[in-house]
């Protein structure tokens, strides 16, 4: 279950970055951090 919950946010990081990609360019690497570091903080709260 969290791991389908991970995958949901990560898709939905990837629509956010694509709806900023107009007007804000928003590396790929800051992207992956971010949620590198969601992960972590999930992985460690539950």
């Not at 969290?2 to 690497?29: D, E, G, H, W």
């Amino acid at each position: 279950m969290a791991l389908i919950r991970l995958i949901l946010v990560y898709k939905m990081l990837i629509q956010i970055n694509l709806n900023l990609s107009s007007t804000i360019q928003f590396p790929p690497k800051l992207l992956a951090c971010l949620f590198v570091i969601y992960t972590i903080q999930k992985l460690l709260s539950s």
